[in-house]
């Protein structure tokens, strides 16, 4: 209330000086214009009968070089006989409004505006006894230019009164609200205030006396319930037959994101759906409803049950369950299921298939080595699959048989890059790594494995004559690992789902690569088993860029107490066995 009166006390006088000022503004210019066309016209009459006794020369002795005033002198055709400002021939003034009504009615006069100068000049133009036309002009300045003259003025006054404008406007607002500021809302009747609102601080006193006595008996059996509601993990809301919330539990509360405010507001304030709706009909047999609603990408079952007393409905009770996780596990496992099905299948089909011809005797002994190389590939690939998945598994269940160790960061990319390089390589791609040699503990399969499948994926999806880099950086409290690619890149509308098991942007590419859909899972999951974070950055036709950053308290927090120092620079068994089914010379399968 303070910063509305005050608002409107400074702002009222404030617009008040404006238009004081613009006001005074306004008249003085019209009072000069007036001044300036008074004089004006007493010239033109002085000059006209100086010229009518004396003739041109009269004229010609007044028009000084300094006079601010000019002088034309205009035949009855138009045409200009004298100006004291011209330098060349003027065009005809016939035209001329002030000369118009001068040949018509003995006198006129006009007023014209030069927007390119911002000027504005008077005419008054005058039939002379031998038919002649004497016209006087001058130029003034225009309201604008005007105004701009006197800004400085302007401001410093509106600076000044704008400063006392202020200064009054606190103190008065401050004078006017300090006997409502000293009310004592406890004692309402014992105030000595303005006498507008004695009669609202009785009926305050009135409402207050009905008020203590109702919240004492809710607050003794408030306390009473809250004692057996406190440590409920379900949410538990107590309404009236109106739906006007009597009892809310913690957890509740955060549910629906409300404070303890929210007792004796409507239920329909906080829960606008549809379902919520339903529930309240009292006329309604149906005691007892559940729904399901989702709150801030959370899921809940709701149970509805209607308080009868004697027949009648007193009120109502809801319980809230967060079954979020059970319906997203559910979901997962579907999901995960139906892809592992699917993943599996696609393979033992094609080796059933090829094996079932072989078997036939369809196939000519000189298609044997084809056939068998099929088998050989869908197997190698099938054991990819299923290793990964149990890599995975692993990562989800949170492995806790995983060693922390110093881990060179450097030493892994070279590691990697020494089994990447005959893909590349066969790709066309180059592999550069650059950066300070970090060491810091980890958990070293899973920090190879995240370089791995990152650079391999790069590769897949790298462009002939490409390029992939992999930087280190290190900060005062964190690594970052940069692996970029030149290759096709990730449409935006991919890259909130890539991390998603089995998602593959390009299918097709996806499997002519071998690629197994869990390679970018198998990244977040191990980056967020070290408690770090990953982040993608990608355009099409310019490349990607997975940032990964690692938190060296994280790390020392996950670290064993005294981990041993890896010396050798064997690749994982695991990247060994899918290297030995596609060949001495080929690269294990990606992770796309």
């Known amino acids: ?57 009269f004229i010609k002795q007044s028009a000084k070089a300094d006079s601010p005033y000019r002088i034309t002198l205009i ?51 005058r039939t002379l006894t031998d038919g002649n036309v004497l016209r006087a002009a001058i130029t003034t300045d225009h309201m ?30 401050a004078a006017i609200l300090e006997p409502l500021y000293s009310i004592d809302l406890n004692h309402p009747l014992l105030n000595d ?43 538990l809301v107590l309404l009236n037959r109106d739906g006007i919330i009597l009892t809310i539990n913690k957890t509740a509360k955060k549910i629906f994101n409300i404070s303890d405010d ?34 801030d990408g959370r899921d809940y079952h709701l149970r509805f049950n209607q308080i009868r007393v ?37 393979p033992l089909q094609s080796i059933i298939g090829s094996a079932e011809l072989i078997e036939s005797g369809i196939v000519k002994p000189a298609d044997l080595p084809t056939f068998a190389g099929r088998i050989r590939k869908q197997g190698a690939r099938l054991i990819s699959l299923i290793e990964d998945i149990i890599f995975l598994s692993s990562l989800d269940e949170g492995a806790g048989s995983a060693i922390f160790e ?24 180059s592999l550069t790594c650059d950066g300070p040699s970090l060491v810091f503990p980890a958990v070293y399969r899973y920090i190879y494995e995240l370089i791995y499948n990152l650079c391999d994926n790069a590769i897949n999806y790298n462009r002939p004559g490409g390029r992939v880099s992999v930087h280190f950086s290190e900060h005062e409290n964190k690594y970052i690992i940069e692996v970029q690619d030149t290759g096709i890149g990730i449409a935006k509308e991919h890259l909130s789902r890539i991390f998603e098991r089995f998602y593959r942007v390009d299918k097709s590419h996806s499997r002519q690569t071998g690629g197994t859909g869990l390679g970018l899972s198998i990244c977040k999951r191990t980056v967020l ?31 064993a107490p005294q981990p041993t120092v890896r010396e050798d620079n064997t690749a994982l068994q695991v990247n060994a066995n899918k290297a030995a089914f596609f060949g001495s010379d080929a690269t294990p399968a990606p992770h796309a």
Not at 214 to 235: D, H, P, V, Y
Request: positive net charge; glycine residues 4%.
């Open 1 to 57: 209330m303070n910063r509305k009166i005050f608002r409107a006390i400074f702002f009222s006088t404030f617009v008040s000086l404006i238009l004081a000022l613009g006001a005074v503004l306004f008249i003085t210019h019209e009072d000069i214009a007036s001044i300036e066309q008074d004089r004006l016209s007493r010239l033109n009459a002085v000059l006209a009968s100086g010229y009518n006794h004396l003739g041109m020369d």
């Open 75 to 125: 035949a009855p055709d138009g045409t200009v006989l004298f100006d004291s400002r011209a330098e060349s021939p003027l065009d005809n003034h016939l035209n001329r409004t002030e000369v118009d009504a001068a040949l018509k009615e003995g006198y006129g006069s006009a007023e014209r505006y030069s927007a390119t100068f911002e000027t504005q000049t008077f005419y008054y133009a």
């Open 144 to 173: 604008l230019t005007f105004t701009l003259r006197l800004t400085t003025y302007f401001a410093l006054i509106l600076l000044i009164f704008g400063a006392l404008a202020l200064f009054l406007a606190s103190k008065i607002s």
């Open 193 to 235: 205030c303005y006498d507008e609102i004695k009669p609202f601080l009785t009926e305050i006193d009135k409402k207050q006396r009905q008020l203590d006595r109702q919240m004492q008996l809710m607050r003794s059996r408030n306390e009473e319930f809250l004692i057996i509601t406190k440590s409920m993990a379900e949410g």
């Open 262 to 295: 929210c007792i004796g507001k409507s239920f329909m304030t906080i829960e606008r759906g549809e379902q919520a709706r339903e529930f309240f009909n009292p006329q309604s047999k149906v005691t007892k409803r559940s729904c399901e609603i989702e709150k």
């Open 310 to 346: 004697d027949g009648m409905v007193r009120g109502y009770a809801l319980i809230i369950l967060d079954v979020t996780e059970t319906k997203r596990a559910e979901t997962q496992r579907q999901e995960f299921t139906a892809n592992v099905s699917h993943e599996l299948k696609t």
């Open 406 to 429: 110093p881990v060179a960061l450097n030493k892994v990319t070279t590691e990697v890059f020494e089994v990447l390089t005959p893909k590349a390589q066969r790709n066309n791609v």
């Open 529 to 559: 088993f070290h408690h770090g974070k990953i982040k993608l950055k990608s355009e099409l036709g310019v490349g990607s860029c997975f940032k990964v950053t690692l938190y060296k308290k994280e790390l020392a927090k996950l670290a």
